[in-house]
Each structure stands twice: as C-alpha cells, then as structure tokens.
C-alpha cells in the first residue's frame, strides 16, 4: 500500500528504502539462478520426450510413404498382367503412368472417363507424327480393360 507523506523528508526515506528494493531485484538478474527446482526438471524431461516422440513419429511416416508407392507400383504390374497384355503394351502403360507421375497409375484403370483423360493429355504432349501409334496403342488397351 502507498501513502503519501506529509513532509518531504518523510517522502526521501521511502524512496531510498525503495529503491533498495529495485536495485535488489534488478541485480538478481545478473546472477545465475540457485536451483530451479524439481517441477522445471519434469518439464525439461516432457520436452525432450515430446522431440524423441516427434522425431520417431517423422521416421515412421517416412518409412511407410515408400511402401506404399511401391506396393501401388506392384499393384498396376499385377494389373497389367491380369489384362494380358504384351509386353510392349506394358511398357506403353507404366511410359505413360511414369510421364504423367501418377503416384497410383493403378487408378487409370478403375473408370474409363480417368482413363481417357489421362491419355488424351499424355497424347497432346508428343510430337504430332507419333499420336496415331499411340493413340492404336491405348484403344487396344482401353477396349482389353473395359471391356464386358
């Protein structure tokens, strides 16, 4: 609580002993601290398990990313094979899954509309004087897996 003195010497003793107490405060600062106790240990031990947990976390992820694309890479093979194509038509089919960086080139087989457009864009990107090639290729292989 603050009072205001009457007197101006009253008023010069408070400020002293006052400011005895900032110059205190201010020069802790300066030093290191004596302990900081157990609940700041808890709290450096929750930290580093929270960095261990994240770090084995992004590990995990990472590791699972590459099996998947491989499987899904296994999976468009087994498709392929399964629709009795040549081998020049599988090669004409993961050319075109690799160009067009399809992560699951598995899915240009589920509907006839995914397969078309992907074709049809992987078709603009080459020279003119072989579209007609590719374009007898994909029909092929569009009639062998749409097929009823």
Known sequence: MITILSTGIDFVVLAQQSGGRVRGIRDSFGQPPTHSGPLSDWVLIALLGAVVLLLLFAWVQSRGLSV????????????LRALGLTAEEKATMKRLAREMRLSHPTSLLLSVQDFDGTANAWIERHPTRDRERLVRKLHFIRS????K
């Open 68 to 79: 998947t694309v491989r499987n899904s890479r296994q999976l468009f093979d087994e498709s």
């Open 144 to 147: 062998r897996a749409f097929s």
